[in-house]
């Protein structure tokens, strides 16, 4: 089945720097999307991406589905701490029920 | 515009009994929504899709007698898990298509079930 490898799986940065995370899939997708989540919470959607090439903004968030639609990257300028939470990327195929496939999450953490 | 909610947000039961967990699309019509759970540190995993009207399609491994799935309306599915063993304790998650919305979902605030 499908593989996505998003990476990297934690980040330690401190506050007003700029973050880049990425995952590539074994496959192609139709759709790229990003999620949030916070502790014991469900993930909140970011940014979603529905064209080959597509570059999104989302305040201080800038996500691109990859030419090859195997890819896409997230980036979030001028961290932030309520940046702090799991990242996750899904993709998602066409004919596939809507079924998302995630990545493993990134990990960020923001020193004040 | 897009929320998702569950009830209960948490639940402890004692081993054996059964649980019940609502998903409801509340500002929006849901021809598709989707179960998943979540082990501490861990991504989502899809237990089953579960269509309007019709009997959900479970993924592999996940027993369809003992997760019951529900989705008796456009705003509303529900998931029952049945005599429930210590094993089953995991952060359970749903979330909805927007039925005209292509193949977006949104996810409601998901259910911490603790089984005793």
């Known amino acids: 089945g499908q593989q996505l490898n998003q990476s990297p799986q934690s980040m330690f940065i401190q506050e007003g720097e700029d973050v880049s995370m990425n995952c590539t899939s074994s496959?192609?997708?139709?759709?790229w999307l990003w999620y949030k989540q916070e502790p014991g919470e469900g993930p909140v959607l970011l940014i979603a991406?529905?064209?080959?090439?597509e570059l999104t903004s989302n305040g201080r968030l800038t996500a691109q589905f990859g030419i090859t639609r195997k890819d896409s990257f997230l980036n979030i300028s001028a961290s932030i701490p309520s940046d702090v939470g799991i990242y996750f990327c899904?993709?998602?195929?066409?004919?596939?029920?809507?079924?998302?496939?995630f990545g493993k999450g990134t990990l960020l953490t923001v020193n004040p | 515009g897009a929320v998702v909610s569950q009830h209960p947000s948490r639940v402890i039961c004692k081993s054996g009994t059964s649980v019940k967990i609502e998903c409801r699309s509340l500002?929006?019509?849901?021809?598709?929504m989707f179960w998943y759970r979540q082990f501490p540190k861990q991504s989502l995993m899809l237990m089953a899709t579960?269509?309007?009207?019709?009997?959900?399609?479970?993924e592999q491994g996940v027993e369809k007698d003992k997760f019951l799935i529900n989705h008796a309306s456009l705003t509303l599915s529900t998931l029952t898990v049945t005599s429930a063993h210590p094993e089953d304790s995991s952060f359970y998650i749903c979330?909805?298509?927007?039925?005209?919305?292509?193949?977006?979902?949104?996810f409601g605030p998901g259910t911490r079930l603790t089984v005793l």
């Open positions: 496959s192609i997708f139709n759709t």
């Open positions: 579960s269509n309007e009207g019709s009997k959900a399609t479970y």
């Open positions: 899904a993709g998602q195929t066409r004919g596939s029920n809507y079924k998302l496939t």
């Open positions: 979330s909805a298509r927007v039925s005209a919305g292509g193949g977006t979902q949104y």
């Open positions: 991406l529905y064209k080959a090439g």
């Open positions: 500002d929006f019509q849901a021809t598709t």
